[in-house]
């Protein structure tokens, strides 16, 4: 995929935004919404929504072709087996077997096509772009993701209130957190404040 760079901006169930790197396109694409007690954060209402997130970097691929409610309809069904897929590995549970076949047919399709600019050192995607095209690539990314290298670094937050799944590849294989800037500081304040309530509570009267 044509993506050096992943990541979006997410606004959490108080209305907190923050940057969201879940290491992956595909991973980025599952938290865009979804279902059941998810659909309060759901992006993708109708299919200008989805014609747009994938204009967004790092994919750019903006549909050349209007989105269809159909291609909506089975991003949706692609984005709920992205997450259970990846909530799956990180758990060292099997795959769901229909979450396997959405990936896979998802994948069957055409992909993106990456063409060569004009000038010889840009890219692109040949026209046509169509939101179906964009799905398969993200479904073979996360093909990808789940038989590759990195499998065994598909992960949940560490936090017992948080769900966003990343896959972490970065050297030392540490990453915990979704953010450190949400639930990696809101674990370092209740630690600070449960070791100030420790000393306090050990200091003599």
Same mark, same amino acid.
């Given at each position: 995929m044509r993506a050096n760079a992943t990541g979006r901006v997410l606004?959490?169930?108080?209305?907190?935004?923050? $940057?969201?790197?879940?290491?992956?396109?595909?991973?980025?694409?599952?938290?865009?919404?979804?279902?059941?007690?998810y659909a309060v954060f759901e992006t993708l209402h109708e299919p200008g929504d989805l014609g747009a997130w994938?204009?967004?970097?790092?994919?750019?691929?903006? %549909?050349?072709? %209007? /989105?269809?409610?159909?291609?909506?309809?089975?991003?949706?069904?692609?984005?709920?087996?992205?997450?259970?897929?990846?909530?799956?590995r990180a758990a060292h549970r099997p795959l769901p077997g229909t979450a396997v076949d959405t990936i896979n047919r998802a994948a069957a399709g055409p992909p993106l096509v990456p063409?060569?600019?004009?000038?010889?050192?840009?890219? $692109?995607?040949?026209? %046509?772009?169509? #939101?179906?095209?964009?799905?398969?690539?993200?479904?073979?990314?996360?093909?990808?993701?789940?038989?590759? %290298?990195? #499998?065994?670094?598909?992960? /949940?937050?560490?936090?017992?209130?948080c769900p966003l799944v990343f896959v972490d590849s970065s050297r030392p294989g540490a990453r915990r957190w979704c953010s450190m800037e949400r639930c990696g500081n809101?674990?370092?304040?209740?630690a600070h404040r449960a070791r100030r309530s420790v000393e306090d509570g050990g200091r003599p009267l």
């Open positions: 606004t959490d169930s108080r209305g907190t935004s923050f $940057r969201y790197d879940a290491g992956a396109v595909c991973l980025d694409f599952a938290h865009t919404g979804g279902e059941g007690r994938l204009a967004q970097p790092p994919l750019s691929a903006g %549909p050349t072709v %209007p /989105v269809t409610a159909r291609e909506l309809a089975a991003a949706k069904a692609l984005r709920q087996a992205i997450w259970e897929t990846a909530h799956a063409a060569l600019g004009a000038d010889g050192t840009t890219a $692109r995607w040949a026209a %046509p772009v169509r #939101a179906a095209h964009a799905l398969s690539s993200l479904a073979r990314e996360m093909i990808d993701l789940l038989s590759g %290298p990195l #499998a065994g670094r598909v992960r /949940v937050c560490a936090s017992d209130d809101r674990h370092k304040l209740r």
